[in-house]
């Protein structure tokens, strides 16, 4: 006797063990390719927006991890206080980025094409692993910002956060990615209907 219950994929593709978009979820990037996405017709002003809020969280993260690197070979004097700015804006507008994509935009998009509904439960579980990400790296800064508030040595805090800025930028790239490849095949494919 066979069981033709369909497996459940709910689980599969975790953040921290994917290289990219599984290919059957990959039927409108093939037909998009990035280098195509600024010039078609349906490639408009929010989707754009949509990619600079990406670049800037993906510089951010950049930022804050060269200002690590710096503050540990004693070259940035003004480490706690652009540590403290920017992270707590980095992951601010990380948290809201993602709560608008899953409450408003990603319900929008699903309906459009049911062969990408389980790449947009993938995003989704991605953004609940990114909260625990988010969490940690809060936690690894408040650490390092005790320690200079304290006047003590704050090395080994550094170090320890300068792993979680690395570790969480490695996650953040891979979903970013793979949103894009996602979300921006689909506004072209369907643009009309968005509107």
């Not at 601010?92 to 994509?101: F, R, S, T, V, Y």
């Not at 936690?139 to 805090?157: H, P, Y």
Request: avoid cysteine; charged fraction near 30%.
């Amino acid at each position: 006797m066979s069981d033709d219950t369909p497996k459940d994929l709910s689980q599969d593709f975790p953040l921290d063990g994917r290289k990219g978009l599984p290919e059957h979820l990959r039927v409108l990037a093939d037909l998009y390719p990035r280098t195509e996405w600024r010039g078609h017709p349906n490639f408009n002003d929010l989707t754009s927006f949509w990619l600079e809020r990406h670049g800037m969280f993906r510089q951010l993260n950049d930022l804050l991890v060269e200002s690590s690197e710096k503050r540990l070979d004693g070259a940035n004097p003004r480490y706690g206080r652009e540590l403290q700015h920017y992270t707590s804006m980095y992951l601010n507008q990380l948290h809201g980025h993602h709560q608008i994509e899953d409450h408003h935009y990603f319900p929008q998009f699903i309906p459009l094409d049911r062969r990408l509904e389980q790449g947009f439960e993938i995003l989704d579980r991605d953004h609940h692993a990114l909260d625990g990400h988010i969490h940690a790296l809060a936690a690894s800064t408040n650490a390092v910002l005790q320690k200079i508030a304290a006047g003590d040595n704050d090395e080994k805090e550094a170090r320890a956060l300068l792993d979680a800025q690395k570790a969480f930028r490695a996650f953040l790239h891979r979903h970013l990615e793979d949103e894009e490849d996602l979300v921006v095949p689909v506004i072209l494919e369907y643009g009309a209907a968005l509107s």
